[in-house]
């Protein structure tokens, strides 16, 4: 039986981007209430567990003190142009009440994730309130503001552990992929829509790593209107060889929910299938799994697609079939969690199955052999 523990504070539920902001923080609460109904959050090795705030100590290890100060400073309301410099006060990354205290305890969920994982008090765990994989040392972007994620990898790492982060939120983990560019100790992997099309415009297959980190920063763009099979195929194809080459101790995985079909911020076409495909994938290795939430800025499939990586993650397998629409209150939607299968154009068809099959065999050429592969 699995030890799974799910981080998850009411406190959280104190603080909100501005109302016009994409970034809605009831996601975490709504995937809760599903899973909650579902009762998969107790029992069977599953418990829930609190954040706690990061520590000044444990932000330093990625964050520089003038940012954090800055950041505090601003949450209360004061902030010049070298905050702005920083990104604090844009309108991605707005000033909010409160935002500085949300992001440490967000960022802080993730922590606690990764020392359950240490202490082998989890082998699985799960902050939907985390992922904030855009933020710099010194930098606010994309709605990030502290970066739980690199946090978390430094964390995993300084413990003497093998990291391998993966990324399948559709935009690129920038924040997380630069901070071990140079690294061979924590290896990034990131699937996400064609930087040329998307926010925030890294991540091309030429961006491998530098130094001893050459070869551990994979990236893979994807093109607009890609869906399940192919999505499959690249991961397949580019993450397993890397994974059992690597051969990590534990894996931090960002499960932002933007790449499922009719984001509004996004161009992908996936269902959820493919995020429950990845975590039985990644179950398979037998090793720890910090998962976070991410971006995701349709809100009731967002929370859909986390529970059902939930289900999946925690052990409780796939057979979801009594939980309605009327549950999920949604009434578009008839049962489960799974999405329906979505079934491509010919034309779509076409398009993506010339450019993954290009971006695989680019990506193999990049990185394959520097990894005996
Ligand atoms: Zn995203």
Redesign the pocket.
Known sequence: MRKAVFIYSLELEEYHYPAEHPFNTIRAKKVREILNSMELLSGAGRREGAPEPASRVVLKKFHSARYLHALQTASKGKWDAEAINMGIGTSDCPVFPGMYEYSVLAAGGTLVGAKLILSGDADVAFNPSGGYHHAGPERAS?FCYINDAALACITLAEAGKRVLYLDV???HGDGVAYAFYDRADVMTISFHENPKALFPGTGFEDEIGSGRGEGYCVNVPLPIGTYDEMYMKAFESIALPLITAYNPDVFVFEL?A?ALAGDP??HLYLTNNVYAEIIEHLLSFDKPVLMTG??GYNVDNTARAWALAWSILCGAGTDNSTVGGVMLENVEWQGGLRDRILVPSNQQRKAVIAAIDAVIEAVKANVFSLHGL
């Open positions: 994309g939120d559709v935009h932002g933007d911020l996004a991410g971006g």
